[in-house]
């Protein structure tokens, strides 16, 4: 059922992100810079825990299309901080808005216990139980 359920969770953003010629990678770094703007690309590697090189690649794309913007940090020159242009907001909306329909009609239709109960599934699923109480999203 996680299979069939992951599936259809991410075909709508799937297709949108193919219009664009991007990924779930893409997906990943928009999702999560979205979440955290001013976040350092080495943040964002502790999170996705994926090479530089994987990052990179997907991350060029994603400033040379104009979704992704990056700044130097203010104390250290070196650092990249990274957050979404307007077009990467809107663009992270569209994406997120049908994930977010898909859910709350989810949670509707299984009522609040089955929710606390879906919800201690996926911390105990993660390798980080931590992210429950750091709220991550």
Not at 82 to 88: A, E, F, I, N
Not at 104 to 122: I, N, S
Request: zero cysteines.
């Amino acid at each position: 059922m996680l299979f069939f359920a992951y599936r259809d969770f991410t075909s709508e953003p799937d297709a949108l992100l193919a219009g664009q010629g991007f990924g779930r990678a893409h997906h990943r770094v928009i999702y999560f810079v979205g979440r955290h703007p001013g976040m350092t690309v080495s943040e964002l590697l502790g999170i996705l825990r994926i090479t530089k090189q994987s990052l990179a690649r997907v991350l060029r794309e994603l400033v040379d299309q104009g979704f992704v913007a990056q700044a130097p940090g203010e104390r250290d020159k070196r650092q990249r901080r990274l957050s979404l242009t307007s077009k990467g907001l809107a663009f992270e909306r569209a994406l997120t808005e049908r994930q977010l329909t898909r859910i709350a009609k989810a949670y509707a239709a299984a009522g609040p216990q089955a929710v606390e109960g879906f919800r201690k599934t996926l911390l105990a699923i993660t390798d980080d139980p931590s992210l429950g109480r750091k709220g991550m999203s």
